[in-house]
């Protein structure tokens, strides 16, 4: 199968990890694949989609439940077909300074659906955000945006570059 509808399921509470899931979208889009971000919650069934890219957010060492759900609800379905998998979180600039390794329920979902590839990027976590735990960091000033939009659009295009060599080949 040859990728070129592409699915940018994500998992998100307040709403930073969507809109890098919208970014790396819009990026693919502007490099001549097809893709659209949606909440992984709304996906019912990824069998439309010719390549799928898996993200979540990072609480407390642990995927976001929706992308986690999302994974184990389509993971036959997602080992037929290529997926790339990121995570957002780290509240400093650990991200955006060194390859960081997936936590343990997401290497899980990489074996379980064969993923190409893991990388995780730098979250944000602003006044506002839901969640005790949101407020106790915020409370403690150790939240900020931290997320690295060129370092994600340069993956994205990555991406692109490869679906689209996996198209033509």
Same mark, same amino acid.
């Given at each position: 199968m040859t990728p070129h509808h592409v699915l940018v399921?994500?998992?998100t509470t307040n709403g930073s990890t969507a809109q890098i899931a919208e970014t790396v979208a819009e990026t693919l889009s502007a490099h001549g694949v097809t893709a659209e971000a949606r909440s992984a919650r709304s996906v019912p069934d990824v069998t439309p989609y010719d390549a799928v890219i898996v993200g979540?957010?990072?609480y407390a060492n642990r995927w976001h439940k929706d992308a986690r759900r999302f994974v184990r609800r389509q993971r036959d379905a997602l080992a037929a077909r290529p997926v790339w998998l990121f995570s957002s979180g780290p509240l400093?600039?650990?991200a955006a300074e060194?390859?960081?390794?997936p936590v343990p329920g997401v290497r899980r &979902?990489?074996?379980d659906v064969h993923a190409k590839e893991h990388v995780t990027f730098g979250g944000c976590l602003e006044e506002g955000a839901r969640g005790l735990t949101a407020r106790l960091i915020l409370r403690n000033r150790k939240g900020g945006d931290f997320r690295d939009f060129p370092a994600i659009q340069a993956w994205a &295009?990555?991406?692109a570059k490869e679906i689209t060599a996996e198209r033509a080949g």
């Open positions: 399921a994500y998992g979540g957010g990072l400093d600039s650990s060194r390859d960081i390794p &979902a990489m074996t &295009a990555g991406l």
